[in-house]
């Protein structure tokens, strides 16, 4: 009897430490996660401020300068659009719907999807096939695409010199002999763009708080490493360089729209901050839901084997980690009249 009592106690004492050491050590996915390039969003705020504003021309009045342009629909042709129609900053930075809408009801032609403007300052480029390096440049895209703003720069700039309210801002941001450009409003709104960041639980873990993921969380970050999705959705953006899309297989929309990535066939790969609050998926919006967006993903991308429902509930788990907090400066402001 006794016997039996020390043998199940040893069989039970055994079973606990299989399953401790098969519990995953925040500390070793710590050491893991920065080996891969994963990369936090400082808590330093002068560390963060180095980060978006290398050049270190960034003023409050020049943010709030920009806070004011991207939510102006005069900065569109008949006044009905601005980019916070499309980038909406109370739910995700983007729109929730397929395929982007601009004025006149227009839908882009090439069934393409807007991506979130947030943490889009840590890109390496900037538009699914990268063809512009930063936020000030590609600024000027939007303002002027037939199916977006529709507005010429001339037009633009005229709008603006004439409200009289904005004038004195930009002489306020710029000094007195500010002469207001296209680019200087298209910079005006990259700078408040820059400060679209929104820190999460994951850069909590990476900032060194070993208890900011649960097991679930942390049992998906190292899914999400071992399978390689971190060959690609890495670095402070996890996500935002330019890589081949399709390697084990094509993707099943492919021919949803025209789009083809960049010159080589790239694409700028989305990040996946907030990616659970930015439904539908993919450059041409053709998938609704983050468990087929993942498992197609792991069809497509990965050379291994794909990945099981119960690995997607995981990586889900992880992936609510990296729902960030937003930043204080996003109501609508009060635009000169
Ligand atoms: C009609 C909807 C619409 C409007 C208005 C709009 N955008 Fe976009 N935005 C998009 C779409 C669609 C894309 C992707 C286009 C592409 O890659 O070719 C995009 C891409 C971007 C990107 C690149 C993000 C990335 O992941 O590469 C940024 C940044 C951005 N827009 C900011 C702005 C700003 C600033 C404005 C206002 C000046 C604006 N957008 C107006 C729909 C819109
Ligand atoms: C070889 C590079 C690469 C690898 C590896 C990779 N991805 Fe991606 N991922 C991309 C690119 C590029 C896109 C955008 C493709 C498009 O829409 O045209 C993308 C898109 C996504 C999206 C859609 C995001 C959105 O907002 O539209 C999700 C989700 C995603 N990847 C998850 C994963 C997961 C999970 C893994 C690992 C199983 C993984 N990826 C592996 C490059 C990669």
Redesign the pocket.
């Known amino acids: 009897m006794i016997k039996r009592v020390v043998y199940i106690l040893i069989l039970f004492a055994l079973m606990f430490s299989i399953s401790e050491a098969s519990m995953d050590d925040p500390r070793k996915l710590l050491e893991k996660a920065k080996k891969v390039g994963l990369k936090p969003i400082p808590n330093d705020p002068a560390e963060l401020k180095k980060l978006i504003d290398p050049k270190g021309k960034l003023t409050p009045e020049m943010i709030e300068l920009g806070r004011k342009l991207y939510y102006d629909p005069r900065l569109s042709i008949d006044n009905t659009v601005s980019c916070a129609s499309c980038h909406n900053l109370f739910t995700n930075g983007a729109d929730a719907v397929p395929v982007a809408v601009g004025v006149k009801g227009r839908k882009n032609p090439h069934h393409i999807?807007s991506?979130?403007v947030y943490n889009a300052v840590f890109f390496d480029r900037q538009f699914?096939d990268g063809r512009s390096p930063d936020l000030e440049d590609q600024a000027q895209g939007p303002m002027q695409a037939t199916v977006e703003m529709a507005i010429t720069p001339e037009i633009a700039v005229k709008k603006i010199t004439s409200i009289p309210g904005y004038v004195k801002e930009f002489k306020k941001v710029y000094g007195n002999d500010v002469k207001i450009t296209f680019k200087l409003i298209a910079d005006t709104i990259g700078a408040y763009e820059r400060t679209l960041v929104t820190p999460s639980r994951f850069d909590d873990f990476l900032n060194g708080n070993l208890n900011a993921l649960n097991q679930r969380e942390l049992k998906g970050l190292k899914i999400?490493m071992e399978?390689?999705?971190t060959?690609?959705?890495t670095g402070i953006a996890i996500?935002g360089s330019m890589?081949?899309?399709g390697?084990a297989s094509d993707?099943k929309y492919k021919d949803v729209g025209d789009?083809k990535?960049n010159k080589d066939g790239?694409?700028?790969?989305?990040?996946?901050r907030n990616?659970t609050l930015?439904p539908?998926?993919?450059?041409?919006g053709t998938?609704d839901n983050?468990k087929d967006?993942?498992k197609e993903?792991?069809r497509i991308?990965?050379t291994l084997s794909e990945?099981d429902d119960n690995e997607v509930d995981y990586?889900i788990a992880f992936?609510k980690a990296l729902e960030g907090r937003k930043p204080k400066n996003i109501e609508f402001p009060k635009l000169p009249k």
């Open positions: 999807n991506p979130t699914w999400f399978r390689g999705c060959n690609c959705h996500g890589q081949p899309f390697i993707f789009f990535g790239l694409v700028k790969v989305p990040t996946l990616v930015t539908p998926y993919f450059h041409n998938v983050l967006a993942i993903m792991s991308q990965l990945i990586l992936f």
